[in-house]
Structure formats: structure tokens, C-alpha cells
């Protein structure tokens, strides 16, 4: 008798933990974390997007949360009236999920934001109401006014310094040149500058999404699939002002990119470069600081067509919707997917 009961607890036992199984499956992904960089502590467990008396609670940076998931783990960012000002990597096989269960990075409008102040009193005047900063990190860089890019003049094919407006800046010779109004000094001005490398970097990673987020003010690139980042979706991300590119996909790497918005970035809006193979729909890319997509290498389909060679701009935002999250179930043209 008890040799059957005994038996009896153990199948309910299983049957629970399949059932249990089956219901996590359906959810498409695993564990939910919180991030509120207002009333988060990255001492909390992330499990709630609330402080409790449980001790738990939203952790307070990304950076955190990837420490804390994995898998096709779900990170939901609180929006606040403060950018997240991080620099964030995901790799391996921690930060990669599964066919149709992703990780997911849920950016709900937030803003991840790579700028900082520009230090009192570091403006040398140069002549001409036009005052110089050199950042500590040279290279690609971008200047934001009241947390806006800046109107930014090229340097031209001549290598000599260009003419300024008032309020206008340009990069020459591993500094930001800024012309201020009469009777202005820089520190008038709420001037910030790219200080952190870039936003989000993908290595070696596959099966991730991230979505609706803000991502600018980073000296490099805004989203980088760095190499070998597979099945990688991006969606409704804007990407402004950042020191080279805002979005750019590396060697090996394969990235689909959906109802995005790229534009005031340095020296293109997307970059694409040799091995890679990117999907893009429903996008606009501008080109006004910059070329919309610069051709690097790889292979590019927009909207199904094969595309090769750059574009100075591209506007397909009026096409056929889908849902934001969903993942693209068909391989690219021409490849099967790879896992």
C-alpha cells in the first residue's frame, strides 16, 4: 500500500514539472527581469518591477540584468525620466536564446544614452567665437545641444577647417569645434559630448531581440553586431547621434531589422560589413548627416529585394506591418538560417 501511494505522489510529481514545462514554453521565454534606474538597486533580484518587503525589486542598471538572465530570459526596461547612461555587451551562449524564444531586451521608448557634460571650463578659444574641446578618447565623436545633436559641418575634401555658424560645431584635428552666439561663452550652453564606446555590442551571441528603445550619444556605434551575432531582431529602435554609425552589423553576422529610425549619426546611419547578411524592412534611414546605408560588404535584402551598393537614404516605413516581437520565420533569401 505504501509502494503505492509512494508511486502515485512520484507521477503527480512529473506530471506537474511537465506541465509546469509546457506552460514556461508557451510563454516564449524564460524568467521575467525588472530594470528601473530610479527605484531599482542592482542588489535586488529583478524579479519585480516593484520594491517589496520581500527584498525584492527592479535592479537598477541593464548591465545587472545580463548578469542575472540567460537563456530566452525576458529583460523589461522601466521607462523614467532618465536616460540609462550604460554601455551594455551580451556573449556566448548565456546572452542567446532558442529558435522562437529569444532573449528579449523590451526597451519600452527608453532612452540608452552614451553622453556626458562636457567638464567646466575645458573650451580654448581658437578666434572667432569659435571655442575648441578635446575629448579624452579621440575618434568618432558627436556633440548634442540640450540633449539634441547638434548641427554638425563636415570638414570637406580639403582638410581645412570649415565655416561655422553660431550654434554649428564640426571634429577637426581630434577636437569639437563649437561657434557661440554674441556676447555666449560655451558654458552658457548645455553642451554634451559621446563619452561611452557604444551602446549595445553583440559577440557571439544568437536568438536575441531587442526592441523599442532609444539609443544615441555613443562615440562608436549605437547597436553593433559585432561578429558572428545570428538570428539577431531589432525593432522599433531609434538610433541618433552617435559617433559613427547607428547601427552597424560585423563579419558573420546575421540581423533582421524592422520599423527602425536611424539618423544624425557620424558617418552613416547603418553600416554593413563583409560576411554579414542583413534583413531590413519597414525602416528609415536618413541621410542627412550622413548616408542612409553605407555597403561595406555582406549581403542586404530590403523588404525581399537584394540590394547592393549603399543608399544615401531609405524611407519603406509605410509597408506592411507585423508585430514587433515576432520573429522572422523564414531564412534569409537565398541561405538557410543557421543556428
Known amino acids: 500500500m505504501k509502494k503505492a501511494s509512494l508511486m502515485k505522489r512520484r507521477v503527480c510529481r512529473i506530471v506537474l514539472m511537465v506541465l509546469g514545462c509546457a506552460a514556461l514554453a508557451a510563454t516564449g521565454f524564460g524568467a521575467e ?78 532612452v540608452l544614452d552614451g553622453s556626458q557634460p562636457v567638464p567646466p571650463r575645458q573650451w580654448q578659444s581658437i578666434g572667432g567665437s569659435v571655442f575648441r574641446f578635446t575629448p579624452p578618447t579621440p575618434g568618432p565623436q558627436q556633440l548634442f545641444l540640450d540633449g539634441r545633436p547638434a548641427v554638425r559641418v563636415p570638414v570637406g575634401l580639403d582638410g581645412l577647417m570649415p565655416q561655422l555658424e553660431p550654434r554649428q560645431w564640426c571634429y577637426y584635428e581630434g577636437g569639437i569645434l563649437f561657434k557661440v552666439e554674441p556676447t555666449k561663452l560655451p558654458d552658457d550652453y548645455n553642451l554634451s559630448y559621446a563619452a561611452l564606446p557604444t551602446g549595445i555590442t553583440l559577440y557571439f551571441v544568437q536568438h536575441v531581440a531587442i526592441v523599442d528603445l532609444v539609443v544615441q550619444g555613443f562615440r562608436l556605434d549605437g547597436i553593433q553586431a559585432a561578429n558572428t551575432a545570428r538570428n539577431i531582431y531589432l525593432a522599433g529602435i531609434v538610433a541618433r547621434g552617435n559617433g559613427r554609425a547607428g547601427l552597424a552589423v560585423g563579419g558573420a553576422s546575421q540581423v533582421e531589422i524592422e520599423a527602425c529610425l536611424a539618423g544624425a549619426n557620424g558617418a552613416a546611419q547603418l553600416i554593413t560589413m563583409p560576411w554579414s547578411e542583413t534583413l531590413i524592412r519597414r525602416c528609415r534611414l536618413l541621410g542627412d548627416s550622413a548616408d542612409g546605408w553605407v555597403d561595406r560588404g555582406g549581403r542586404v535584402w530590403i523588404d525581399g529585394q537584394k540590394r547592393a551598393g549603399g543608399m544615401e537614404s531609405l524611407d519603406t516605413a509605410d509597408n506592411e506591418q507585423r508585430p514587433a516581437e515576432q520573429r522572422p520565420a523564414e531564412p534569409v533569401p537565398g541561405q538557410e538560417r543557421r543556428s
Open 33 to 110: 527581469f525588472f530594470v528601473n534606474n530610479r527605484t531599482g538597486e542592482d542588489f535586488y533580484d529583478g524579479r519585480s518591477p516593484q520594491p517589496n518587503n520581500a527584498g525584492s525589486g527592479p535592479v537598477r542598471t541593464i548591465a545587472r540584468a545580463l548578469q542575472l538572465a540567460s537563456g530566452s530570459d525576458r529583460i523589461n526596461l522601466a521607462k523614467t525620466d532618465e536616460p540609462y547612461r550604460e554601455s551594455i555587451t551580451l556573449f556566448g551562449s548565456r546572452h542567446s536564446g532558442l529558435a522562437g524564444q529569444p532573449l528579449v531586451i523590451a526597451g519600452n521608448e527608453v
